[in-house]
């Protein structure tokens, strides 16, 4: 199939917008380096808050070497759904889970935040009590708390939210300590339970790798929101304060390394660097955080459908897609999925004339998936429609790779005395890793031309599915050897 011409310029001009050559990337890596190091030495005040990454200590310092063992909750708070597990870490490596998943209501992410924390809680209780635990009675279970939202932390089992992020919107909880939140409402119901480590997902990922892989250096999301945490010296840490005398003690002791959640999904909120189209800007317009997480609304499934759906209304708003009619959903806001960019690039090729197969599959997403009426689709429209998504994905691929990019760099690992055989492993998880086409590749081509060929070949990355489970677990075990 080929455009007609009004379609291929209106498709060409997108394509330009959402172009991002290897000048660009390296600016946006270099952006980001500066931002991890401003974060890594100031604390954020309220008129600087926007201006750099927050880079999160996470109080870990123990990266699991794969040996530990016992039985532990986790709780993840987060995502699409609350989850609570059961996790026995069998000390090789491996480890058994019972899980069940509880549904967040619109209401209750938005509602007073007792309310909230009062359905964790029940939602243990009904785990506990249906679901059943293999650990024995007497003891009290210890619980990692995977809370994927940014917050402020003050030891392993303390810390502040910051703000919310992902549509939770809840009332009075900005400033509260969120494991005396879960704390109270446990002890509320009598549930006998100690929250023992709060972890944010990113860090119980990197747990999670490390326990299954060793050597973890980086724990990164790009599913609902993106965000990392890696491992750090804590003489870069430098906001912490630690005197010299106590860095050289904690050096003795092993403990001269620090995971830090880097929340880089705010990265330039400022908007310095970032490629902003006036389809990001119609998005963060509606979105429920305006001019927060500039980063993360252009990488991450809650938003790249959108700005895939807002470019889409465009190039029918002119006119030269589907006959200059819309559906329903593609009219509604989040109306188109981004797993429903993962349906029409399955069967996409990029840069080729696409097969009478693939036209067909696409065709078929975009009746049956975003409901437009099979009349007004020819194979123009099939073909514009897909490369418009793999135009808008590409973008959050390469964005993604800036992230990566600066972590290898941050941490030394583009170092030209790297020893041959060692590699810097990442370990991701999220749908957009697990399930969107070429994700790895495209990160793969963004990081050759950011990192040259050899340190991109150093970097490993890894697909740590339901890293926060496990990494909590591994986050409370810490925190029960420290007792
Ligand atoms: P979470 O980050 O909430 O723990 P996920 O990693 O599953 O969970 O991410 C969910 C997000 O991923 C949603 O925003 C959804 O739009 C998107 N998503 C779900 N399935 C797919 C898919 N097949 N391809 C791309 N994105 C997807």
């Known amino acids: 199939a080929t455009l007609p011409p009004k379609l291929q310029a209106a498709v060409d001009d997108i394509e330009q917008q959402f172009d991002l050559p290897t000048d660009k990337l390296r600016e946006i890596t270099d952006q980001m380096l500066w931002e991890y190091n401003k974060g890594l030495s100031e604390l954020p005040t309220d008129e600087t808050r926007d201006t750099f990454v927050p880079m999160i200590p996470s109080y870990i310092q123990h990266i699991p070497h794969g040996k530990e063992k016992g039985t532990f909750l986790a709780l993840d708070l987060g995502g699409t759904n609350l989850r609570v597990c059961e996790v026995e870490l069998l000390g090789d490596s491996k480890w058994r889970m019972k899980q069940q998943k509880y549904r967040v209501s619109d209401a209750l992410k938005v509602g007073d935040v007792t309310a909230l924390f009062d359905y964790i809680a029940g939602s243990v209780d009904h785990f506990l009590t249906e679901i059943g635990t293999t650990a024995s009675e007497d003891e009290k279970l210890h619980l990692g708390f995977t809370f994927s939202f940014p917050v402020a932390q003050t030891a392993l089992a303390a810390g502040t939210l910051i703000n919310w992020t992902k549509g939770f919107e809840c009332k009075n909880a900005v400033g509260k300590d969120v494991v005396q939140l879960l704390q109270d409402a446990l002890d509320r119901k009598h549930i006998h339970v100690r929250c023992s480590a709060l972890v944010n997902d990113t860090c119980g990922t990197l747990m999670a790798a490390a326990y299954e892989r060793g050597d973890c250096l980086c724990g990164g999301i790009f599913g609902t929101g993106t965000n990392g945490a890696y491992v750090e010296s804590i003489d870069k840490l430098t906001k912490m304060g630690y005197q010299a005398d106590e860095l050289e003690r904690n050096k003795e002791q092993g403990l001269d390394k620090m995971v830090v959640n880097t929340e880089w999904g705010a990265f330039d909120n400022e908007r310095k660097v970032l490629p902003f189209t006036i389809f990001d800007s119609r998005v963060d317009r509606i979105s429920i955080n305006p001019r927060k997480q500039a980063y993360e609304k252009m990488i991450s499934g809650m938003y790249l459908g959108e700005v895939t759906r807002n470019a889409l209304l465009h190039l029918v708003d002119s006119q030269v897609l589907f006959n200059g009619f819309s559906s329903q959903s593609l009219n509604r806001h989040y109306g188109l999925d981004t797993a429903i960019m993962s349906a029409l690039e399955a069967p996409f090729v990029p840069n080729s004339p696409q097969s009478g197969d693939a036209l067909t599959a696409i065709r078929q997403v975009l009746t049956s998936e975003l409901g437009i009426s099979a009349s007004l689709i020819d194979d123009a429209d099939c073909l514009a429609a897909a ?97």
């Open 387 to 483: 490369r418009i998504s793999e135009v808008v994905g590409t973008r959050g691929c390469r964005l993604s790779a800036c992230a990566i990019a600066a972590t290898v760099r941050q941490t030394g690992g583009d170092a030209r005395d790297w020893p041959e055989a060692k590699k810097i492993i990442f370990g991701l998880d999220g749908s957009l890793v697990e399930f969107y086409p070429r994700f790895e590749q495209r990160v793969r081509d963004a990081l050759r031309e950011l990192l040259g060929d050899e340190v991109q070949k150093r970097v490993d990355i890894v697909l740590a599915k339901d890293g926060s489970g496990v990494g909590a677990a591994l986050c409370a075990q810490a925190a029960q050897a420290m007792e």
